[in-house]
Structure formats: structure tokens, C-alpha cells
């Protein structure tokens, strides 16, 4: 089980790339996978601490805080090491599930078939947020 954050961005975006990354201590790296764009990702538990540090103080205002919450608890369990026992493991993939709306890859819907995705982690609040910039009405 690994976690990584990334942000993928159009290559002329490389200066505020390189403002994040000195905003988060330095952690992660910048690379150039995809012609024409630029990818920031930190891998290490350790320095994804750093991050969770910076949105903690500055919370996200959208559908991104829910998404931001699963992968926050999922790096939670994994430095808890609860992912070594099975139970932790479905619990991950679980979070892996609802993350984006996305679903599971075919492999891990083929090693999990009975998993159940968790359900949406937001406050009230935080849903009166949401509808009110996805729905101007």
C-alpha cells in the first residue's frame, strides 16, 4: 500500500509549482512525466504529514474536502501500520473507492469484490458549502 499526492499542471505553471513545494519545507519533487506538463508528488508518509499540516490550516471549500479526508485517513491507518491486518487493508481500499467518485481499478475489483465503498466524510456544513457553489440557485 502507497500513498502519493500529486498535482499535475501545464508546464508554464513550473514557478508556482516550485512556490509550493518551498511552501511545504521542500518534500516531494517536480518532474516532467507528460510532454507539455509538470508533476508535483510527494510520496513519503513522513513528508505528507507536512501537507496535511498546511490544509489542515487552510481548508479546502469544496467536493476536493472529501477527497482531502479520505486520503488524510488513509495515511493515518497506513502510519498506524493498520493496513498490515486485512481489516485495515479492506478499510483503505474502501477509502480508495470513494475517493472522486471513482470506483476501483478492474485488479483491485477482482481481488475485492464484496467491498462496499465508505460513504461520503462531510459535515453538514461542509455539504451547504458544497451545494452552494455546484448549485448557484
Request: net charge negative; hydrophobic share 40%; aromatic share 8%.
Amino acid at each position: 500500500v502507497q500513498l502519493s499526492f500529486g498535482l499535475i499542471l501545464h508546464n508554464r505553471e513550473l514557478d508556482l509549482l516550485k512556490l509550493i513545494q518551498a511552501e511545504l519545507s521542500g518534500v516531494g519533487y517536480i518532474s516532467e512525466g507528460i510532454p507539455g506538463r509538470v508533476h508535483y508528488q510527494i510520496s513519503s508518509i513522513k513528508d505528507l504529514e507536512i501537507l496535511f499540516v498546511l490544509l489542515d490550516e487552510f481548508p479546502l471549500l469544496t467536493r476536493k474536502m472529501k477527497n482531502y479526508r479520505l486520503f488524510k485517513e488513509a495515511w493515518r491507518m497506513i502510519s498506524n501500520k493498520e493496513h498490515l491486518i486485512e481489516e485495515g487493508l479492506i478499510k483503505i481500499v474502501s477509502l480508495k473507492a470513494a475517493f472522486n467518485n471513482s470506483g476501483l481499478s478492474e485488479k483491485l475489483q477482482e481481488e475485492f469484490p464484496n467491498l462496499v465503498p465508505l460513504a461520503e466524510i462531510c459535515t453538514p456544513e461542509e455539504q451547504d458549502i458544497e451545494r452552494s457553489i455546484y448549485d448557484p440557485s
